[in-house]
C-alpha cells in the first residue's frame, strides 16, 4: 500500500481497537509494557530545559509516566489518531500529572512545531508505523534541541534460537486471536504481527538514526530481544 493508504489503515484500525488498548497491551505482554515504558521515561531523567514530545502518545502511557517524574515538566502529547487522544485525555481526569500534558491531533511526520522546541522526544511502539521512517526521524531531529536527546521504543526480534521460533509462533498464531477476540478486530493485531516481523532490525534503526542526524546512538535490547530501547542526541 502506498503512504497515504498506510496512514489511513493503521489510523482506522488503531481507532477501532481504542477501547481495549491498553488492556491488551497489558493482557499480551504479561504487563511487562509498564516496565518497558518506565525505562524509556527515566532515560529523560536528566533533560529538565524544555518540554518532551512524546511521538506516537495513543492514550497517552508513556506521557503520563514522563510527566510523573517531574512535576514541573511539560510534555507534548501527539498522535494522528483523535480516538486514542480523545480515550488518553480522559484518563488524565483527576491525576496530578495530567496538568502538564498537552495532547495534539497531528502527524508525526509533519510536527506542528517550530524547530529546536523539545529538549526530550519520546516514541513507544510508533515509529514501524509511520509511513516514511525516515522523514519522521528527520522531523523529529528539526525539533529537537541541541543536546537534546531521542529514545524510542520499538518491538524486535529475539535472535535467541530457542526464543525466537516461540516468539514468532506467538506473533501468528496467539496474539492475533486473544486481539481479535477481545477487540473484535482481529485484522488489527494481525497487522501489528505483521509490522512487527516486518520492520527493519535494530542495527539498520540505528543507522538510520545516525543518518538522520542524530549522535551517541546506541541500542539496547530488552526482554531477551521482544523489545529494543534506542538512543540518540542531537549534536
Known amino acids: 500500500m502506498s503512504n497515504e493508504e498506510k496512514k489511513v489503515f493503521v489510523e482506522k484500525k488503531f481507532s477501532s481497537i481504542t477501547p481495549r488498548y491498553d488492556f491488551l497491551n497489558s493482557l499480551l505482554s504479561l504487563n511487562i509494557d509498564r516496565y518497558w515504558r518506565w525505562v524509556t ?13 512524546d511521538l506516537c502518545a495513543g492514550t497517552l502511557p508513556l506521557s503520563l509516566s514522563i510527566a510523573g517524574r517531574r512535576p514541573e515538566r511539560y510534555v507534548l502529547a501527539l498522535d494522528f489518531c483523535r480516538d486514542m487522544l480523545a480515550y488518553g485525555r480522559n484518563r488524565l481526569n483527576g491525576q496530578a500529572a495530567g496538568r502538564q500534558i498537552i495532547p495534539i491531533c497531528a502527524d508525526g511526520e509533519e510536527i506542528p512545531c517550530r524547530n529546536e522546541s523539545f529538549s526530550g522526544i519520546t516514541v513507544a511502539f510508533g515509529v514501524r508505523n509511520l509511513s516514511n521512517l525516515d522523514k519522521g526521524l528527520k522531523e523529529m531531529w528539526r525539533v529537537l534541541r541541541p543536546g537534546g536527546k531521542l529514545v524510542i521504543l520499538e518491538f524486535s526480534r529475539p535472535k535467541n ?62 526482554t531477551a530481544g521482544i523489545v529494543t530501547l534506542y538512543t540518540g542526541e542531537k549534536p
Open 41 to 53: 521515561a527515566r532515560e529523560l531523567d536528566n533533560y529538565t530545559e524544555g518540554p518532551i514530545l
Open 161 to 222: 534460537p530457542i526464543m525466537r521460533p516461540l516468539y514468532f509462533f506467538y506473533l501468528g498464531q496467539i496474539l492475533p486471536r486473544i486481539g481479535g477476540w477481545i477487540s473484535g478486530d482481529e485484522e488489527a493485531y494481525h497487522y501489528l504481527a505483521t509490522s512487527i516481523r516486518q520492520f527493519c532490525p535494530p542495527e539498520e534503526l540505528a543507522q538510520k538514526m545516525g543518518a538522520a542526524g542524530y549522535i551517541k546512538v546506541d541500542r539496547r535490547p530488552l
